[in-house]
Each structure stands twice: as structure tokens, then as C-alpha cells.
């Protein structure tokens, strides 16, 4: 169990500009959770896959956020067009169970 | 919608003393868990302790432990003999399985965190 990892851990872009961040889940986990944090507030849940279809999107997910699992392993998180209003810590979780999520480190997002 | 409430924004105690953090929640739903998370300066997520709701008996984790007051929706957790580790945010959430696709899935749904400060 090497635990949930993110990649890249800090990412500073200018506004307009494409990132793609990605999520590593714990490898016999077929969930996986999306969130953002804003500083100083808790995560705001953004969508969940189930292997590798995604069945739930937060409104919170515009239509410049798009998310993928190809194969159901890996995740990336795509924002297209940034704006300084998504400067955040996006969050990955993974889980095997409903309710018993584990955490990455998250990527922090800078938008300049 | 649930909604998760935590009235301190900061909190502070002295080492080897005890605190206590509150959360109240609101949900209309019976089956749900509620979690206190721990986030330090990493930012790493971590969970501190889970209470499933059909549980009468409060949740207990060594020095962590709650207070489930299922009448009155409130989840209070306290830190017994704080040590400076205990230093971070901490944040109170909400689960309750919600069905996509045919299957189940739990979405958190989190307080707005309290900063805990421990002194030496």
C-alpha cells in the first residue's frame, strides 16, 4: 500500500493557459474521488469514478474541468482555459469501500 | 442538501491538555457516518476518527475521541493529553451513500475546518 499520489504537488500557470494534473489511486481501489480546496475552507467534492466510468459530476465541474480513468487505474484532471478563480489544492481520494476514502497530497493550483 | 457547521474557526490548548472541537450537521437522511479529518501543513487529508450514525456507542481512537449527539446533530471531538502534533486543521465531514450507475458511493461533505493550535 504505497498510499494515493498526485503529480505534480504545486503548479503555477498563466491565466488562459491548459493544466492536466494527475491521481495514482491506492492499485486495488475502484473509486476515486476529484475535490477542490480553497485556503481556508474544506473540500468541495468535483466527481467519482467507478473504475473507469465516471458516474457522478459536481456542478462545481464547468465545462473547461474534464476528467478521465482510462482502464480504471490512473486519473487526470483536466482544466482548460484557466482562470484565477481556480487557483485551489485539487484533492484525489480513493476507496474500496463507501465510506473509508484515503487521501493524496493534493496539487496546488496557482492561476497568475 | 447536507450541511456541515464548525463554529471555530481557531482553537487553542495548552500540551498534555485536553480540547474539544465542535461540528454540528444537517440531514435528513438515517444512514450516514460522520468523520473528523486531520490536515497539517502537508496538506495531507487524514482521517482521525469515524462514527457510523446506527452506532449508539461513541467512536473512541487512543487520545481522540467523539461525542454523537444523533437527536441533537452534533459531533464533537475531543483531544485528550494534546502533544504538539496534534497541531493542524481539522475538519469535521459528512458521508452518506449515494447511488450512480447501480452502485454506491459515499460523497463527503465537509465543515469549513478549525485551526487547532497547541502550545507548549
Redesign the interface.
Known amino acids: 500500500d504505497t498510499g494515493v499520489s498526485q503529480d505534480p504537488r504545486h503548479k503555477i500557470t498563466k491565466r488562459g493557459q491548459n493544466v492536466t494534473f494527475r491521481c495514482d489511486p491506492i492499485s486495488e481501489h475502484n473509486?476515486l474521488?476529484w475535490?477542490r480546496q480553497t485556503l481556508?475552507?474544506?473540500?468541495?467534492?468535483l466527481t467519482?469514478f467507478?473504475n473507469e466510468?465516471q458516474?457522478?459530476k459536481s456542478r462545481l465541474l464547468s465545462d473547461r474541468f474534464s476528467a478521465e480513468r482510462p482502464k480504471g487505474s490512473f486519473s487526470t484532471l483536466e482544466i482548460q482555459r484557466t482562470e484565477q478563480g481556480d487557483s485551489a489544492?485539487y484533492?484525489c481520494?480513493s476507496?474500496q469501500t463507501?465510506?473509508?476514502?484515503f487521501?493524496?497530497?493534493?496539487t496546488?493550483l496557482s492561476v497568475l | 442538501a447536507q450541511t456541515?457547521t464548525q463554529s471555530q474557526p481557531e482553537m487553542s490548548v495548552q500540551e498534555a491538555e485536553t480540547v474539544t472541537l465542535s461540528c454540528t450537521y444537517d440531514t435528513s437522511e438515517s444512514d450516514y457516518?460522520l468523520f473528523w479529518y486531520k490536515q497539517p501543513p502537508?496538506?495531507?487529508?487524514?482521517?482521525v476518527i469515524?462514527q457510523e450514525a446506527y452506532k449508539q456507542q461513541n467512536a473512541t481512537e487512543n487520545r481522540f475521541s467523539v461525542n454523537f449527539q444523533k437527536a441533537a446533530k452534533s459531533f464533537s471531538l475531543k483531544i485528550s493529553d494534546s502533544q504538539l502534533g496534534d497541531a493542524a486543521m481539522y475538519?469535521c465531514?459528512y458521508?452518506t451513500?449515494?447511488l450512480?450507475?447501480g452502485?454506491?458511493?459515499?460523497?463527503?461533505?465537509?465543515?469549513?475546518?478549525t485551526i487547532l493550535t497547541v502550545h507548549p
Open positions: 473509486r474521488y475535490y481556508g475552507q474544506g473540500p468541495e467534492f467519482y467507478q466510468a458516474l457522478e489544492m484533492l481520494a476507496s463507501d465510506e473509508k476514502l487521501f493524496g497530497s493534493g496546488q | 456541515v457516518y502537508s496538506r495531507q487529508m487524514i482521517l469515524r475538519f465531514a458521508l451513500p449515494f450512480a450507475g452502485t454506491s458511493y459515499g460523497k463527503l461533505t465537509f465543515g469549513q475546518g
